[in-house]
């Protein structure tokens, strides 16, 4: 199991909070035992040198670079839907590589929250992000943002270096709009699609319109499906 330091300094990894109770309370473990520890991009073969219920050190033996982590930086905005559909796919983009998750607003989203909400709706999806990240051998975290309003979207997908549009009307496939972009941003629209004006804004900020196929899929589907896809061309 490997765990997320709170700090690393003088060769030392020090675990502290829900880390540190986890490896001393729940796992038992002592000085003297060997543990993995994540840093950004790198993880560290340790021994325990200090167990406490709320603090423990380990001595670094060995650093070497993370290989779960994605080499490219892909970016999915994802139109808002409900809080459920959008932990689901938080944890899965996690899963797939992407590295921030950015919703946005349009004009047929069913449900616009408020900054309250959005925040907390955003605390925790970061709180899914991070277990999944934990759970699948990542150590740089997936950033989670909030709600972008359908201009901020336009500008912010203008700005990167390919940008992927999934369009149910599009006849034009993934594999062919694939390049070896290292930034990579990913588009999928809300449960009633986007409208023919927002459609052609998106393409106007430089996306490329891409079909997933001969059926109509569910934005969450639609967004794990496209991350997939870009994950095993990119990284396979
Ligand atoms: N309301 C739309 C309709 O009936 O035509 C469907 C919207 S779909 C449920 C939600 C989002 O998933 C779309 O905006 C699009 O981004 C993506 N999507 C679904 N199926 C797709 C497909 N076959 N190809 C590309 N994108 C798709």
Known sequence: RRFFAEKIENNTAVLTGSEAEHLSRVLRLKAGDPILVAGEGEEYVCRLVQVEKQRA??????TRPCLADPRRRITLYLAYMKSDKMEIVAQKAVELGVSALRPFISSRCVKVPEEKAA?????????????????CGRTRAMEVGMPLSFS??????????LTLFA?????????EALCGA?????????????????????EAAGARQVS??????????????LAAIVAYETEC
């Open 212 to 225: 997933l196929g001969r059926r109509i899929l569910r934005g969450e589907t639609a967004a794990i499906a």
């Open 57 to 62: 050190e380990a001595e670094i033996l060995q």
């Open 152 to 161: 901020e979207f336009l500008q912010e997908i203008s700005g990167h270096a």
């Open 182 to 202: 290292e930034d990579i941003a990913l588009v999928v629209g809300p449960e009633g699609g986007f409208s023919p004006e927002e459609a052609a804004e998106i």
């Open 119 to 135: 925040a907390k709706a955003r605390e925790r999806m970061s709180r899914i992000a991070f277990e999944a990240l934990k759970q």
């Open 167 to 175: 369009y149910e009307q599009s006849q034009k496939p993934l594999k």
